[in-house]
């Protein structure tokens, strides 16, 4: 039988925080959307090499409101589970990431991945990264990471466990601390797993970015005590800056019907060793050795580019009704777009094939309302040409495109207009907070009609025309 091959990243562009579930033979992989929406994307597989976007699980302001959260605030790690044939899906909303640390976490939940999902209900604001646990006893129960904002004392300061009543549908009990981590520091992303008579409990650690890694802990009783895997990570790439895929960490673990396992992660794919990351955090697949009774361990501890899956290769079809939104011909409707702080909604945009109607809200500075439609970076080398039909009345009216990080750093070509010249076009850059214009003069538009506007992403570089 011929095998897949998975290519990583296998979400690529950015898709963090990953966190994979299978049911049957159907896998499913979570991601962090932060201050966009919908919030939470979620992909589907049949042989873990070839994934498709079911969409966002968050997709009403009622589940999800982003008004005036901080950049990369929001939507953190999602954690899919499945019992009683009910999927369960817990997040953190982060609405501070200093200071105290505001982080609500909610569970919803639905009968399908595809949704609709519940009304989000709040869960502890203890800390971030929570996941759910379904003990073979049937019960169940919530881990996150604790943050401490106490001077002198450790801001990640270890995993807790709290017991989380399915029957009920809330937290019941005391959190307890389970782990303090490693001396990598920064213990978060918890997942628990039972096997072989374990406890194993997998960890983030060192950070998000070059000291990432992958801990793996266990323990013969849930409460702990967890003794770390004297082998050290189960993967990083910390110590080899040559390799393609740096920044691993934030796993999830998943079993095929046949008893094979794997392991999804966060990773990065800077332009030069230790350089720009400009696709963001992605997310790739490993194959995990396993032996009965002992650890989950990556070959060699390091990511890989390719794997080899022993499951017959099932990549969707062109034709397939699975998702009929994920082509090219659903125009904005389709799953690649996303909306920056506020769910879509005719209030404020209509789509209709492949013209897309805005009203304008703020400015690429606001955290409140902006009025932008975008799609993730895949390739670090791609462009996206859009005509754009806009009479501005004066300079404080501006439509066109951007290369958007967050609110402090963009490009923005925009149509607007400007005293003695009319209407026009003109670039801006927001560059750490700062308001530039970096090719100078606004040239000079006729008064009406469409204006073609292009953006093209090579490596390191944003060019506008």
């Not at 966190?19 to 929406?37: P, Q």
């Not at 609405?95 to 502890?124: C, K, M, R, Y």
């Not at 850059?429 to 469409?450: F, M």
Request: proline content about 9%; hydrophobic content about 35%; some cysteine.
């Amino acid at each position: 039988m011929p095998s897949a091959v998975a290519r990583n990243p296998v979400l690529r562009g950015s898709h963090p925080d990953p966190s994979i579930l299978r049911v049957g033979e159907d896998y499913y992989i979570a991601t962090s959307t932060f201050e966009w929406c919908p919030g939470v994307r979620i992909h589907h597989s049949r042989d873990l090499a070839d994934w498709r976007c079911l969409g966002g699980a968050l997709t009403r302001e009622e589940q999800l409101d982003l008004t005036g959260v901080p950049d990369s605030g929001g939507v953190w790690a999602p954690a899919l589970s499945h019992a009683d044939g009910l999927f369960y899906l817990v997040y953190s909303d982060v609405e501070s990431s200093g200071g105290f640390w505001d982080t609500p976490n909610f569970v919803v939940t639905a009968a399908s991945p595809q949704g609709p999902w519940s009304d989000p209900v709040p869960l502890h604001a203890r800390g971030f990264d929570p996941s759910l646990f379904h003990d073979d006893d049937g019960r169940s129960w919530l881990l996150s990471n604790r943050c401490d904002w106490r001077p002198g004392m450790p801001w990640a300061s270890g995993i807790i466990v709290q017991e989380y009543s399915r029957a009920e549908g809330k937290l019941i009990g005391t959190p307890e601390v389970i782990f303090k981590g490693t001396g990598a520091g920064y213990t978060e992303g918890p997942h628990l797993y039972r096997r072989d008579g374990w406890y194993y409990l997998v960890t983030a650690e060192g950070g998000t970015d070059w000291e990432h890694q992958v801990t793996v802990a266990r323990s013969r009783s849930l409460p702990g005590p967890y003794e770390p895997d004297p082998a050290g990570p189960a993967l990083t790439a910390r110590h080899d800056p040559s390799l393609t895929l740096q920044k691993a960490g934030h796993a999830s673990l998943v079993d095929t019907p046949g008893g094979d396992w794997f392991l999804v992660h966060l990773t990065s794919r800077p332009l030069t060793p230790r350089g720009r990351c400009t696709l963001g955090r992605e997310t790739a697949l490993q194959r995990v050795d396993w032996p009965a009774g002992g650890w989950p361990r990556v070959e060699g501890g390091v990511p890989a580019e390719t794997v080899q899956i022993p499951l017959e290769p099932r990549p969707w079809s062109a034709g397939s009704t699975e998702n009929a939104q994920d082509t090219e011909d659903a125009g904005w409707a389709g799953t690649e777009w996303s909306t920056l702080r506020r769910p879509a909604s005719e209030e404020w945009m209509t789509a209709t094939g492949d013209h897309l109607r805005l009203r304008g809200g703020q400015s690429p500075w606001s955290r409140v309302r902006p009025s932008l439609v975008a799609r993730r970076a895949t390739s670090t080398r791609c462009h996206l040409t859009v005509p754009v039909d806009f009479a501005p009345e004066d300079f404080q009216q501006l439509a066109g495109i951007t290369a958007y990080y967050n609110t402090q750093n963009w490009y923005l070509l925009a149509v607007t207009r400007r005293e003695g010249i009319g209407r026009c076009l003109e670039l801006l850059a927001g560059d750490r907070g700062e308001v530039g214009t970096p090719a100078g003069a606004p040239i000079g538009l006729p008064d009406a009609g469409p204006v073609h506007l292009r953006t093209e992403l090579r490596d390191a570089e944003a060019r506008f025309s």
